[in-house]
């Protein structure tokens, strides 16, 4: 089951533009979390804000979550050709364990 | 270093073969997750386990099989039970989700 659905599909920038990616998700969370995946790599994380959290900052990273509507987004400032990956949100459910699911994910390009 | 380590990097299996991928990590992680990825879209969840000798299935377990009997080792094998194993499985681990998931650099599996 997908809990997460993400918002863009694709979006496609210019160097030093922002980058704005959003995520929903259904039922009550422990916490959320933001992960980038490089074409054919692994995921590496890149920020977990936790439930009772509303803004998080990580150098050119920002994160916003409202357990009101159920929503989260993800801000990368100055972008730059090297941001350039897919983003996926994964929202851990509330008393299911350590498992996270993810959502379909924002495919970023950013063009030098 | 610390890490999580998937092997092989690709693998072609045969109508009717079984095979095993293999994902090996020394970060003193409890909780081990393996996912399958299909081209353009999110991971989906295929079995996890968060503590030796135990696992839960995930939301797609049917056709995989796992085994938990170290800490560090959480083997997948892909059955002739699954009828669509080509993808992109991603293993991750963890303390809990509290924490973040580490993931490894994945295996391509692809039938001939």
């Known amino acids: 089951s997908q809990q997460g659905e993400e918002d863009p599909q694709a979006l496609s920038i210019q160097e030093g533009e922002n980058a704005t990616m959003n995520c929903s998700y259904k039922?009550?969370?422990?916490?959320l979390q933001w992960y980038r995946q490089n074409s054919g790599r692994g995921l590496v994380h890149l920020i977990l804000?936790?439930?009772?959290?509303r803004e998080k900052h990580s150098g050119r990273l920002r994160v916003t979550l409202d357990t009101s509507k159920k929503s989260s987004s993800l801000l990368i400032t100055a972008s730059r050709a090297a941001d350039t990956a897919s983003y996926f949100c994964?929202?851990?459910?509330?008393?299911?364990?350590?498992?996270?699911?993810f959502g379909q994910g924002t495919e970023l390009s950013v063009k030098p | 270093d610390g890490g999580i380590t998937q092997s092989p990097k690709y693998l072609f299996r045969k109508e009717g073969q079984n095979v095993t991928l293999s994902c090996e990590q020394n970060?003193?992680?409890?909780?081990m997750y393996w996912y399958r990825q299909d081209p353009g879209q999110g991971l989906r969840l295929i079995y996890y386990?968060?503590?030796?000798?135990?696992?839960q299935k995930g939301d797609i377990a049917e056709g995989y099989s796992v085994s938990r009997e170290k800490k560090e080792s959480f083997p997948l094998t892909v059955t002739s039970a699954q009828k669509n194993p080509t993808a992109f499985y991603l293993c991750?681990?963890?303390?809990?989700?509290?924490?973040?998931?580490?993931f490894g650099s994945g295996t391509r599996l692809t039938v001939v």
């Open positions: 991750a681990s963890s303390f809990d989700s509290r924490y973040g998931y580490t």
């Open positions: 804000i936790r439930s009772n959290e």
């Open positions: 039922t009550s969370i422990n916490n």
């Open positions: 994964a929202t851990g459910p509330y008393n299911q364990g350590g498992k996270l699911i």
């Open positions: 386990s968060q503590i030796v000798n135990d696992f």
């Open positions: 970060l003193n992680h409890d909780a």
